[in-house]
């Protein structure tokens, strides 16, 4: 597994963010999106998952690698825990439910519905969705949103295994995850010009991650 992104250049609602993105990601490695709210974080993200096109420049990366975990946790809310992972798991075609569950810690959860479950129980539900899709590659926005501290070194633990795997990670956080294998890419030097001027400071003012 190999994702590379040469000169990418990206935008949000015809405003150019982020210009000449390139960077090399192998099986094995972990990297770190950083940057100022509205830089273009997730915009990147989604155009790598292929969810919306570049403005320029090359993704390429092997077969159907990449699962994507966004803001949203997709869940069904009138199915149970196990039942949520068990359609994603019959959407992939694996059958890792149990493990899943054991994995983020939801086994004694598995008969509940996911709608009675807290934000961050849906959260560990919502990730847990990466260990049933067989993918290489994770590409991750804010993994870590309504987590408490057990359960972010819980995530942590199951990405790391999954680099020990031959998986890799992309990840977009500002928080530390102990990670010492991961590198990190600041965004900063690729902001568009356009951008330095104008949106990313009324993002920024307003405290959410648009981009």
Known sequence: MELRVSSVSIARGGIPLLEGVSFVLRAGGC????????????????????????????????????????????????????????????????????????????SELRDRQAANLSAGQKRRLGLARLLVTGRALWVLDEPTVSLDKASVALFAGVVRDHLKAGGAALIATHIDLGLDEAEVLELEPFRAKRNARGSGAFDSAFGGDFA
């Open 31 to 106: 990297l770190v999106l950083r940057g100022a709210n509205g830089i273009g974080k997730t915009t990147l993200l989604r155009t790598i998952a292929g969810l919306q096109p570049a403005l320029g420049g090359d993704i390429s990366v092997g077969g159907d690698a990449i699962a994507y975990a966004a803001h949203a946790d997709g869940l069904k809310s009138t199915l149970t825990v196990a039942e949520n992972l068990a359609f994603w798991a019959a959407v992939y075609g694996t059958g890792a439910v149990d493990q899943a569950l054991a994995r983020m810690n939801l």
